[in-house]
């Protein structure tokens, strides 16, 4: 596995790698300390992750994350960042990332965020997302977001979502992945859970 570590801070993509290497000892490494090295490295090799600092000295991250999704779709990236507010976390989300830590993160924080990345979830510190109050939470999903939440926890099919609204199981499913972006939940069981807890009443 090859990642790429993105800081301008060299002995913070150091003490990155000595912290993934001790979870995964088979990953090999690239760095680049700036957005435009960043840019260059990630033109000449290919990635399978990407641990990328929100602000560098030529620019920010969410540059280098739109680079990065036009260049290579499906990359994971996972932010880092000083800030430690749900807000942020929002904005790399929606903008692709599949991960958000702040920088005060334990270790083994990045090992679970690796860990559900890599198996196709999503993550987020867990106490950016304690933080937030569920109305907070709930008005970050669209209309058609909710309405696939709030079906999933009555236990409808994905079919079934579809058929209802009048939409195809591709794009009823399209939902259902931003909405589990947004609220930085990984699984589908984990949307149907965090909707029964804070889902509308009546639901």
């Not at 994350?65 to 996972?78: M, S, T, Y």
């Not at 904005?91 to 196709?120: F, H, Q, V, W």
Request: proline content about 4%.
């Amino acid at each position: 596995m090859r990642l790429l570590i993105v800081d301008d801070h060299a002995v913070v993509r150091r003490g990155t790698m000595n912290i993934i290497i001790d979870r995964f000892p088979d990953c090999e490494f690239s760095e680049a300390g700036t957005l435009h090295e960043a840019r260059l490295v990630l033109g000449d090799t290919r990635f399978d992750l990407v641990i990328l600092d929100i602000s560098l000295p030529d620019g920010s991250g969410l540059d280098f994350l739109e680079f990065a999704r036009e260049h290579d779709p499906g990359l994971p990236v996972i932010m880092l960042s000083m800030h430690h507010e749900i807000e942020y976390a929002q904005r790399c989300l929606s903008m692709g990332a599949r991960g958000y830590l702040s920088k005060n993160s334990a270790p083994e924080e990045l090992e679970e965020a690796m860990t559900a990345i890599l198996d196709g979830g999503i993550y987020v510190n867990p106490s950016l997302l304690d933080s937030r109050r569920p109305a907070t939470i709930m008005d970050t999903l669209s209309r058609q977001e909710r309405d696939v939440a709030r079906r999933l926890a009555q236990g409808e099919t994905m079919t079934a979502i579809a058929q209802a609204m009048g939409v195809s199981v591709k794009t009823a499913s399209t939902y259902r992945t931003r909405a589990m972006r947004k609220l930085g939940i990984g699984t589908t069981s984990g949307l149907i859970r965090f909707m029964l807890e804070h889902g509308p009443a009546g639901m």
